[in-house]
């Protein structure tokens, strides 16, 4: 059965480090997430793809994340520098065609900054 | 902003009885969708339903849509130990998915 993999699945990290996280969404899958979630709390929604475009980034803290998709395929999510409050668990999550299909979401990559 | 809410934030069973956790959304959504997270995993999607007044059953569980299609809810017949997890209710505002905080369900043998 197809997978979303997303790496590393682990990452320690400095404050003021620069980290970036990977995501293969399911083949043909065209809208690709990422969500930041935070222990005992739900999935927040940090940018959204539609093939290559962003759809919404509007929870996405722009002044140290980024993230791309630049063939509409796989996406990387980027943060410098990082801070501590960014330990989280990060998740990508890929879907056939927006909001009507359901999300498979990776193993995702849990961060801890110090 | 849309806010997604979920009611109560944890439940102690034990095996046998009954669960439910309701979802209510401050702005009328076009769908809304289930997922259950297992404790050290990624959410699961289960269901979604999208017509006002929708009940769908799956086994055990029953998920219910309602009028307004601003509120959900997700009802648990004699619960398992398979049942432990967070379910989370999710629904998209203007193409943005808002999930829900959780209901986390605990169930003792």
């Known amino acids: 059965e197809a997978e979303v993999a997303q790496s590393p699945r682990y990452k320690i990290t400095e404050k003021s480090q620069a980290v970036a996280f990977w995501c293969d969404p399911i083949s043909g899958h065209a809208t690709l997430y990422w969500y930041r979630q935070i222990l005992g709390q739900g999935p927040e929604l940090l940018v959204q793809?539609?093939?290559?475009?962003?759809?919404?980034d509007s929870q996405l803290p722009k002044d140290r994340f980024s993230a791309e998709r630049l063939k509409g395929v796989d996406s990387t999510l980027k943060i410098q520098p990082a801070e501590l409050g960014d330990s989280a668990m990060y998740l990508c999550a890929s879907s056939l065609q927006g909001e009507y299909y359901e999300q498979y979401f990776g193993p995702g990559t849990r961060l801890t900054v110090t | 902003g849309q806010q997604v809410m979920q009611i109560p934030q944890y439940q102690h069973v034990q095996e046998g009885e009954d669960f439910t956790t309701y979802c209510n959304s401050s702005t009328t959504l076009s769908n809304i969708q289930w997922y259950k997270q297992r404790p050290g995993g990624h959410p699961v999607f289960l269901i979604q339903?999208?017509?006002?007044?929708e009940v769908k059953k799956q086994k055990r569980l029953t998920f219910q849509f309602g009028e307004a299609k601003k509120n959900s809810s997700l009802h648990i017949t004699a619960t398992q130990t398979t049942d432990v997890g967070t379910y989370f209710c999710?629904?998209?505002?203007?193409?943005?998915?808002?999930f829900g905080s959780g209901t986390k369900l605990n169930v003792k043998p």
């Open positions: 793809f539609q093939d290559e475009s962003v759809v919404d």
């Open positions: 999710a629904g998209p505002d203007f193409n943005k998915f808002y």
């Open positions: 339903l999208v017509k006002s007044g």
